[in-house]
């Protein structure tokens, strides 16, 4: 498979490794400065930039007819954007918060411990993520995809970043040097406290199931998540 990386920062570096031992290549690689190789001859680009740029770099995948794998997040307000978009050019597009298979896995537990805990009012639910000090967004998207399969089951109003509302789902983002990625979610009430929580202990898992979602992706059209490359049902 030929990849194109769009942002070549600490993620596509681990992409490139990763893919080159499994025997694919790398055509093309694009950071905020430069670009070199040869975009178009790529059979599928995998898009790790920043917030600001990932609707630019999807949208130029989209319009020359190549599969997008779209790691970055902080942009998905625009998210309907980027499906329309690729909808309208019969194109291909993944987009997720977080590639890790294990990550994914946690998703689901995540869902099935809010529907589990739904009855139990008297736990108080919330997420805390931390990661290294480079990172643009906050919270994290992965935070927000697990909030958001919280909400489904709790009576919480929405997700609000260090929010004292009781009506809200509040999530906690800190900032420590050189951490991957980790995730929390507790429920505490007076008598006893409940955590889940997924490490990451390198980049590796990210790359990684962002290429298996290229794999996936190469020779279909239409809009996918990373439950359909996992074959994990809803
Ligand atoms: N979905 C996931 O599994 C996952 C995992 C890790 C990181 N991320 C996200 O991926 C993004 C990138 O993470 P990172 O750690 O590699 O960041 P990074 O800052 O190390 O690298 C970003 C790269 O994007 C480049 N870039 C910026 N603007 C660009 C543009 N207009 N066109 C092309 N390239 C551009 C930068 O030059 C840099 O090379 C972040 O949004 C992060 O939150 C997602
Ligand atoms: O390093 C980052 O930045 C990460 N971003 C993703 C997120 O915002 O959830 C995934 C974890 C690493």
């Given at each position: 498979m030929k990849i194109a990386l769009l942002g070549y920062g600490k993620m596509g570096k681990v992409i490139e490794k990763l893919a080159l031992e499994k025997g694919h290549s790398v055509v093309f690689k694009s950071t905020i400065d430069s670009s070199e190789g040869n975009f178009k001859e790529a059979d599928v680009a995998i898009e790790f930039s920043a917030p600001e740029a990932a609707v630019s770099n999807i949208s130029k995948a989209l319009e020359a007819g190549i599969p997008v794998v779209s790691g970055t997040t902080g942009w998905l307000a625009r998210y309907h954007e980027m499906v329309?978009?690729?909808?309208?050019?019969?194109?291909?597009?993944?987009?997720?918060?977080?590639?890790?298979?294990?990550?994914?896995?946690?998703?689901?537990?995540?869902?099935?411990?809010?529907?589990?805990?739904a009855p139990w009012k008297e736990y108080d639910v919330s997420v805390e993520e931390i990661h290294h000090t480079e990172k643009k967004d906050a919270p994290s998207g992965t935070a927000i995809t697990m909030a958001e399969g919280i909400l489904k089951h709790s009576d919480k109003r929405d997700w609000?970043?260090?929010?004292?509302?009781?009506?809200?789902?509040?999530?906690?983002?800190?900032?420590?040097?050189?951490?991957?990625?980790?995730?929390?979610?507790?429920?505490?009430?007076?008598?006893?406290?409940?955590?889940?929580?997924?490490?990451?202990?390198?980049?590796?898992?990210?790359?990684?199931?962002?290429?298996?979602?290229?794999?996936?992706?190469?020779?279909?059209?239409?809009?996918?998540?990373?439950k359909d490359v996992l074959g994990i049902e809803d």
């Open positions: 329309n978009l690729c909808e309208s050019r019969n194109g291909s597009f993944i987009s997720a918060s977080n590639f890790s298979v294990g990550v994914n896995l946690f998703f689901s537990i995540n869902e099935y411990a809010a529907k589990l805990m609000q970043l260090d929010s004292s509302d009781e009506k809200s789902l509040k999530i906690t983002a800190k900032r420590e040097e050189d951490v991957k990625g980790t995730h929390t979610v507790s429920y505490n009430s007076t008598i006893d406290a409940i955590s889940l929580e997924h490490v990451a202990h390198s980049r590796d898992g990210f790359a990684k199931g962002a290429i298996l979602a290229a794999e996936f992706l190469k020779d279909k059209k239409g809009i996918f998540t990373m």
